[in-house]
Protein backbone atom coordinates (compact mmCIF):
# COMPACT_ATOMS: atom_id res chain seq x y z
CA UNK A 1 0.00 0.00 0.00
CA UNK A 2 1.60 3.47 -0.86
CA UNK A 3 2.28 6.29 2.03
CA UNK A 4 -1.11 8.39 2.70
CA UNK A 5 -0.74 11.83 2.57
CA UNK A 6 -0.79 13.33 6.08
CA UNK A 7 -3.88 14.06 8.01
CA UNK A 8 -4.85 16.60 10.46
CA UNK A 9 -7.24 15.49 13.70
CA UNK A 10 -7.78 19.31 14.47
CA UNK A 11 -4.93 19.54 17.39
CA UNK A 12 -2.05 17.46 15.20
CA UNK A 13 -0.75 16.65 11.81
CA UNK A 14 -0.67 12.82 11.69
CA UNK A 15 3.10 12.85 10.56
CA UNK A 16 4.31 14.90 13.30
CA UNK A 17 6.82 12.55 14.39
CA UNK A 18 8.69 12.29 11.04
CA UNK A 19 8.30 15.91 9.55
CA UNK A 20 10.10 17.46 12.54
CA UNK A 21 11.28 21.21 13.06
CA UNK A 22 15.05 21.51 12.67
CA UNK A 23 16.87 24.49 12.99
CA UNK A 24 20.41 24.06 11.73
CA UNK A 25 23.75 26.06 10.86
CA UNK A 26 23.88 28.13 7.87
CA UNK A 27 24.86 25.85 4.56
CA UNK A 28 27.02 28.10 1.91
CA UNK A 29 25.35 25.62 -0.77
CA UNK A 30 21.87 26.67 -0.19
CA UNK A 31 21.79 29.39 -3.03
CA UNK A 32 23.61 26.73 -5.46
CA UNK A 33 20.70 24.53 -4.53
CA UNK A 34 17.95 27.39 -5.18
CA UNK A 35 19.56 27.90 -8.54
CA UNK A 36 19.22 24.02 -9.82
CA UNK A 37 15.73 24.14 -8.62
CA UNK A 38 14.68 27.45 -10.04
CA UNK A 39 16.04 26.14 -13.52
CA UNK A 40 13.89 22.74 -13.42
CA UNK A 41 10.75 24.71 -12.69
CA UNK A 42 11.47 27.42 -15.29
CA UNK A 43 11.79 24.42 -17.84
CA UNK A 44 8.71 22.29 -16.31
CA UNK A 45 6.13 25.16 -16.05
CA UNK A 46 7.68 26.68 -19.82
CA UNK A 47 5.72 30.17 -18.53
CA UNK A 48 7.65 33.10 -20.16
CA UNK A 49 7.80 36.18 -17.70
CA UNK A 50 7.59 33.71 -14.80
CA UNK A 51 9.48 34.80 -11.92
CA UNK A 52 11.45 32.83 -9.40
CA UNK A 53 12.46 33.84 -6.11
CA UNK A 54 14.62 32.42 -3.52
CA UNK A 55 13.10 33.61 0.02
CA UNK A 56 12.93 32.32 3.47
CA UNK A 57 16.19 32.32 5.66
CA UNK A 58 17.83 30.03 3.65
CA UNK A 59 18.34 32.92 1.08
CA UNK A 60 20.03 35.00 4.06
CA UNK A 61 23.82 34.07 3.88
CA UNK A 62 24.54 32.96 7.36
CA UNK A 63 21.27 32.80 8.61
CA UNK A 64 20.44 29.08 10.54
CA UNK A 65 17.31 28.10 8.86
CA UNK A 66 15.16 24.58 8.87
CA UNK A 67 17.40 23.57 5.31
CA UNK A 68 14.56 23.68 3.34
CA UNK A 69 15.00 25.84 0.26
CA UNK A 70 11.75 28.35 0.01
CA UNK A 71 10.70 29.24 -3.85
CA UNK A 72 8.86 32.57 -4.52
CA UNK A 73 6.81 31.83 -8.02
CA UNK A 74 5.40 35.39 -9.82
CA UNK A 75 3.28 34.82 -12.55
CA UNK A 76 2.81 37.08 -15.43
CA UNK A 77 -0.45 39.57 -15.60
CA UNK A 78 -2.98 37.81 -16.90
CA UNK A 79 -1.86 33.77 -16.25
CA UNK A 80 -3.56 31.17 -14.66
CA UNK A 81 -1.90 30.16 -11.52
CA UNK A 82 -3.37 26.42 -11.73
CA UNK A 83 -1.64 25.82 -14.36
CA UNK A 84 1.39 25.85 -12.51
CA UNK A 85 0.01 22.67 -10.96
CA UNK A 86 0.98 19.60 -12.52
CA UNK A 87 4.35 21.24 -14.04
CA UNK A 88 5.64 20.75 -10.24
CA UNK A 89 3.86 17.67 -9.12
CA UNK A 90 5.83 16.29 -12.10
CA UNK A 91 8.77 17.89 -10.44
CA UNK A 92 8.05 15.97 -6.94
CA UNK A 93 6.05 18.87 -5.66
CA UNK A 94 2.61 17.94 -3.31
CA UNK A 95 0.09 20.73 -3.60
CA UNK A 96 -1.83 21.54 -0.97
CA UNK A 97 -4.97 21.82 -2.41
CA UNK A 98 -7.00 22.27 1.00
CA UNK A 99 -5.37 25.22 1.99
CA UNK A 100 -7.98 27.46 3.54
CA UNK A 101 -5.89 30.81 2.57
CA UNK A 102 -7.83 30.89 -1.14
CA UNK A 103 -5.42 33.87 -2.35
CA UNK A 104 -2.19 31.51 -1.61
CA UNK A 105 -1.00 28.07 -3.30
CA UNK A 106 1.67 25.90 -1.23
CA UNK A 107 3.63 22.91 -2.68
CA UNK A 108 6.22 20.86 -0.76
CA UNK A 109 8.98 18.31 -1.98
CA UNK A 110 9.89 15.53 0.14
CA UNK A 111 7.17 15.87 2.86
CA UNK A 112 7.24 12.59 5.12
CA UNK A 113 5.84 10.12 4.67
CA UNK A 114 5.72 10.50 1.19
CA UNK A 115 8.96 11.52 1.23
CA UNK A 116 12.26 11.37 3.45
CA UNK A 117 12.18 15.16 4.85
CA UNK A 118 11.33 18.20 3.04
CA UNK A 119 13.27 19.68 1.04
CA UNK A 120 12.03 22.63 -0.93
CA UNK A 121 8.18 24.60 -0.33
CA UNK A 122 6.99 26.98 -3.71
CA UNK A 123 4.90 29.45 -2.64
CA UNK A 124 2.24 31.11 -5.42
CA UNK A 125 0.63 34.65 -3.72
CA UNK A 126 -0.81 37.79 -4.59
CA UNK A 127 1.85 40.50 -5.11
CA UNK A 128 1.24 42.28 -1.88
CA UNK A 129 2.13 39.64 0.14
CA UNK A 130 4.83 38.52 -2.27
CA UNK A 131 6.37 41.82 -1.73
CA UNK A 132 6.63 41.95 1.86
CA UNK A 133 8.68 38.28 1.69
CA UNK A 134 11.31 39.87 -0.51
CA UNK A 135 11.05 43.54 1.66
CA UNK A 136 11.70 41.23 4.32
CA UNK A 137 14.60 38.72 2.90
CA UNK A 138 15.94 41.87 1.29
CA UNK A 139 16.28 43.88 5.00
CA UNK A 140 17.88 40.77 6.61
CA UNK A 141 20.52 40.45 4.10
CA UNK A 142 21.47 44.11 4.62
CA UNK A 143 21.15 44.12 8.49
CA UNK A 144 23.29 40.77 10.39
CA UNK A 145 21.72 42.30 13.88
CA UNK A 146 18.59 41.79 12.96
CA UNK A 147 19.43 38.07 11.56
CA UNK A 148 21.07 37.25 14.42
CA UNK A 149 17.85 38.37 16.58
CA UNK A 150 15.94 36.56 13.69
CA UNK A 151 18.14 33.25 14.33
CA UNK A 152 17.84 33.48 18.09
CA UNK A 153 14.10 32.99 18.30
CA UNK A 154 13.88 30.35 15.75
CA UNK A 155 16.46 28.14 17.44
CA UNK A 156 14.56 28.78 20.79
CA UNK A 157 11.28 27.64 18.91
CA UNK A 158 12.67 24.57 17.32
CA UNK A 159 13.58 23.75 20.06
CA UNK A 160 10.28 24.22 22.51
CA UNK A 161 7.92 23.05 19.51
CA UNK A 162 9.81 20.12 17.45
CA UNK A 163 6.70 18.37 16.04
CA UNK A 164 4.48 21.02 15.85
CA UNK A 165 5.17 22.91 12.59
CA UNK A 166 2.31 25.56 13.03
CA UNK A 167 3.25 26.28 16.40
CA UNK A 168 6.42 26.85 15.20
CA UNK A 169 5.12 29.20 12.20
CA UNK A 170 2.62 31.27 14.58
CA UNK A 171 5.72 31.45 17.29
CA UNK A 172 7.78 33.55 14.86
CA UNK A 173 4.91 35.86 14.05
CA UNK A 174 5.65 38.89 16.44
CA UNK A 175 9.86 38.94 15.56
CA UNK A 176 8.85 39.23 12.22
CA UNK A 177 6.46 42.01 12.50
CA UNK A 178 9.28 43.26 14.35
CA UNK A 179 12.06 43.34 12.12
CA UNK A 180 9.23 44.36 9.53
CA UNK A 181 8.08 46.98 11.28
CA UNK A 182 11.65 48.22 10.73
CA UNK A 183 12.11 47.67 7.09
CA UNK A 184 9.24 49.26 6.37
CA UNK A 185 9.95 52.49 7.75
CA UNK A 186 14.15 52.57 8.00
CA UNK A 187 15.86 55.68 9.34
CA UNK A 188 15.66 58.50 6.99
CA UNK A 189 12.73 57.39 5.53
CA UNK A 190 10.06 59.67 4.57
CA UNK A 191 6.37 59.91 3.10
CA UNK A 192 5.19 62.54 0.59
CA UNK A 193 2.04 64.75 1.11
CA UNK A 194 -0.58 62.11 0.48
CA UNK A 195 0.87 59.48 2.94
CA UNK A 196 2.81 57.22 0.47
CA UNK A 197 6.37 56.24 0.84
CA UNK A 198 8.48 58.18 -1.61
CA UNK A 199 10.00 55.24 -2.47
CA UNK A 200 9.29 52.72 -5.52
CA UNK A 201 8.04 49.04 -5.12
CA UNK A 202 9.58 46.76 -7.53
CA UNK A 203 8.89 43.18 -6.20
CA UNK A 204 11.75 41.95 -8.66
CA UNK A 205 14.88 41.00 -6.71
CA UNK A 206 18.57 40.03 -7.08
CA UNK A 207 17.11 36.73 -7.25
CA UNK A 208 14.84 36.88 -10.42
CA UNK A 209 14.96 34.46 -12.82
Known amino acids: MPPQAPEFDGQRWSN???DR???VTADPRWPQRFAEEADAIAEAAD???LGIEHIGSTAVPGLDAKPIIDILLLLPPGSDRHRLIEPLQGLGYQYWA???DTSRMFFVKGMPPLGSGRTHHVHVMDLGEASRRLLFRDWLRSHPEDARL???VKHQLARRFPTDRDAYTEGKDGVVAQIL???LNPPGHHRDRNGDTAHGGDIQGP???
Open 16 to 18: ADE
Open 21 to 23: VEV
Open 47 to 49: LPG
Open 98 to 100: ENP
Open 150 to 152: YAQ
Open 181 to 183: GRA
Open 207 to 209: DSR
